[in-house]
């Protein structure tokens, strides 16, 4: 069986400069790999890249989403594809309210897929609903978007963007930090009500706290624009006492 | 007292010998209508079909009381409402000019020399019903030159609606009279066909606690002169401008602010919001006076603008003069593009690039449209604006 996201030897420069350098992993379907990384590494360039950011030059390698190069694909047909990613730094949009942005989205992203779109009564249950099990009130909704959310509102409502748009491959790019320990338990029962068979989920963090709620199947230690190490959840254990000192060597080396 | 007549004619040599403004005058530096306009203008007979009057702008309020002028001329007026009365301005000569400063003043004197019709509207209570002032010139031969005198007595208020539409010329005076404690909610909506001429000028005067809230919308025109002048008399008064600008093509528009503070514990906000594309040029000239006795007095000024082309042009000029120390003034004033990483951001989740484009712009205008919350019918002028917007922008992108 061919993977759900796989990514062969991929060069990404930026601005002329090589950050990902021969990058390679696959993530089958059903499956929750975590990348850990020291900071520089190129994990945000890496997550920027599969959602098809302007100015990430694909040199050399390839992306393919069940079996579909994504290069040259522009961002919203990579979301359309069931593409997602959960942004580091989730970006504030005044004057456009939360609501209207789900709602666009949800139905742009149906549009694209040739399902019909969802009628104002039922997206907002449909909405509401998910919202709740976040613990994101109606007043989020109604603001602009992100606009004046503390961290953690923001980090939640990437979660929120991503339980209604029931993506196949979802990235989540440092989704923990900033959270309080609440907060990191609702995002991780958002995240793992979203575990299913047919979804993989690329899971960005610094942190085993994150792991202990959202068990991934594998971990993978990116240093130098490249993955250095792959192993089981253990890994994480072990880098949380180690530190990425090993790694870093290696690759300098 | 001078006659109507008397000042008509006064007007009428002194337009003739100096004409329009040019860019030597400071206030006319970055639109010069010497070199837009013709020196002279033909009245013409009023020829209405029935479909003219269908294809004018209108703000889509049901029950809303009309007033439309059709090349310059009021059509018909509607049986008005208990406080609202209507009389010609030529029966007020006293209400033409405001001081010795209007005779030289080209906006006025060109108003005066060729005038069409001139009307005084008094606001005696509470009206409920939105009024509804469409301005609309059946083609670019044609040109209006209109004034309205609005007065509201103490504790009176109204939301006027004006629009502005067709072709050719368009010189409106309107000058606001507004006793203690009253409210005046002013939508003005421009969307003119692109060789359009419209100098719309507005004259606020303020007594107690008057409360002045003006919200311009302009999404096209040739070119546009929006310039509101207030004055705030008395304590408590207030004025809210709030102005959103939508240019393309090879449009040019001016936003011209003059608020004076000559009394303390007054207060204005001023928002401007402009969006420029392919050669368009906008201007904001934003001045504030506030005088050595308006101690306390609160005002501040906006103006941002989103350039959709590099080719596109902003000008900005603020102005505060200040002689009053105990105050609370600023001006802030930003000039950007479209924020790529939000662009990029909305695209993610599948949004397409026009559709996210649009979204942004909407966004950026919003807080003016935001405005129009307290207006009579402000939800229906709400959706009914966003979907103007969102067709400039797509006929825009
Ligand atoms: N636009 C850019 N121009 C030049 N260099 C860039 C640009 N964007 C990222 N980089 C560089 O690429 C490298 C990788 O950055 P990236 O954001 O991917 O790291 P990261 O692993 O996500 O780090 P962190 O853990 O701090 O989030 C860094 O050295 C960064 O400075
Ligand atoms: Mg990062």
Known sequence: MSALLEIKNLHVSVADTEILKGLSLSVSAGEVHAIMGPNGSGKSTLSYVLAGRDGYEITNGDILLNGVSLKGMNPEDRAIAGLFLAFQYPLEIPGVTNMTFLKTSVNAVRRGRGEEEMDAASFLRFVREKAKALRLDDDMLKRPLNVGFSGGEKKRNEILQMSVLEPLMAILDETDSGLDIDALKTVAEGVNALRDTQRGMLVITHYQRLLDYIKPDIVHILAGGQIVKTGSAELALELEKSGYADYVGEVVA | ?397
Not at chain 2, 11 to 32: L, S
């Open chain 2, 1 to 397: 007292m001078t006659s109507f007549n008397h000042m008509q004619q006064e007007a009428k040599e002194i337009f003739a010998a100096n004409g329009w403004p040019n860019k030597r005058n400071e206030d006319w530096h970055y639109t010069d209508l010497s070199a837009r306009l013709p020196s002279s203008f033909q009245n013409q007979s009023l020829e209405l079909s029935e479909d003219v009057r269908l294809d004018k702008l209108t703000c889509d309020i049901e029950d809303a009381l009309q007033l439309d002028f059709i090349n310059g001329l009021l059509t018909e007026v509607e049986e008005l409402p208990d406080g609202l009365e209507i009389s010609a301005l030529i029966d007020h000569p006293e209400l033409v000019q405001q001081s010795d400063e209007d005779v030289t003043d080209p906006l006025l004197y060109a108003n005066l020399a060729h005038l069409e019709t001139g009307i005084v509207i008094d606001v005696s209570q509470v009206i409920e019903e939105p009024m509804e002032i469409h301005f609309h010139n059946t083609s670019s031969e044609e040109a209006s030159f209109v004034r309205i005198v609005f007065r509201l007595a103490e504790g009176a208020s109204l939301t006027l609606l004006e629009s502005h539409s067709g072709w050719g010329h368009t010189q409106l005076v309107s000058d606001v009279y507004q006793h203690e404690d009253s409210m005046l909610r002013h939508l003005r909506l421009h969307q003119a066909e692109d060789t359009q001429v419209s100098l719309l000028l507005n004259r606020v005067s303020l007594d107690a606690r008057a409360q002045y809230h003006n919200v311009a919308i302009s999404l096209s025109g040739g070119l546009g002169r929006l310039e509101t002048r207030v004055t705030f008399n008395a304590p408590g008064s207030h004025a809210g401008l709030a102005t959103a600008l939508l240019s393309r093509g090879k449009q040019h528009i001016d936003i011209t602010t003059r608020l004076n503070h000559l009394s303390a514990d007054t207060t204005s906000d001023t928002v401007a919001r402009t969006i420029l594309d392919d050669e368009a040029c906008g201007i904001f000239q934003g001045k504030v006076i506030v005088h050595q006795d308006a101690q306390r007095v609160e005002a501040t000024q906006k103006s941002d603008a989103l350039m959709l082309s590099a080719d596109a042009m902003m000008n900005v000029k603020p102005e505060l003069e200040i002689y009053a120390d105990d105050v609370a003034c600023a001006h802030g004033s930003a000039i950007g593009e479209i924020d790529h990483e939000a662009l990029f951001f909305l695209r993610s989740r599948g949004i397409g690039e026009e559709a996210a484009r649009i979204m942004l712009v909407e966004g950026f205008v919003s807080e003016i449209l935001g405005r129009l919350d307290d207006f009579a019918a402000g939800a229906v002028l709400q959706e009914n604006l966003l979907k103007r917007v969102a067709t400039f922008l797509k006929k825009s992108a």
